[in-house]
């Protein structure tokens, strides 16, 4: 039996430093995924519009050489590519999660369901407020990482995301309800880079799990 654990990280580097030890727990690629924002254009300013080059694993074809330079030459990064999707905005990807986002949730990319990163993660069994949240935090600047984990490396999976400064959901969540927030919304207009980083700013200090 498999979990899936999702975390969101204020900080991309945390995000990828995290994968890449998940990988070396021996979770494959096929199962983790990551969806980061680009709103701030630090990983370029290509973006794929029609998600024709995304396959069933979520790797991104033309970003091939994108995941190269920005997380090394192989593994999950490996795959990188640059997005747009609806709500999010410009993001960089890989993975099952990257799929159902851009489109393409068939086959390897995890059976997913329609309904683009809500729907995929409420499918692989995140209860709805957490998936609104995650899926807002990558709109607001945000890089979430995702991996489907064998019961036996869960709880080092989750000792992993923990020690890169992982967002507690639900604090996150209640923040962005102080402000008036409810739920995701995928046709609200995307963050622009100034918006992205005062949302970075106000939580680089917070407390994370």
Known sequence: MTKTITRLFDDYADATTAIRELEQLGIPHDDLSIVASNADKRHG??????????????????????????????????????????????????????????????????????????????????????AHVYAEGVRRGGSLVSAKVPDELVGDAEAVLHRHRSVDARTRGQSYRNDGWRSFDAAAPAYTADQVGAERSRYADQTRI
Request: charged share 15%; aromatic share 2%.
């Open 45 to 130: 300013d290509h973006v794929d519009q029609d998600h024709d080059d995304v396959n069933d694993e979520g790797d991104v074809s033309r970003g091939v050489s994108t995941g190269a330079v920005l997380g090394g030459a192989g593994g999950l990064l490996a795959g990188l590519g640059l997005l747009a999707i609806p709500g999010l905005g410009p993001i960089v990807a890989a993975g099952w999660l990257a799929a159902t986002a851009a489109g393409a949730g068939i086959g390897a990319a995890g059976g997913a369901a329609t309904g683009g990163i809500v729907g995929a993660l409420k499918n692989a069994g995140h209860d709805d407020d957490d």
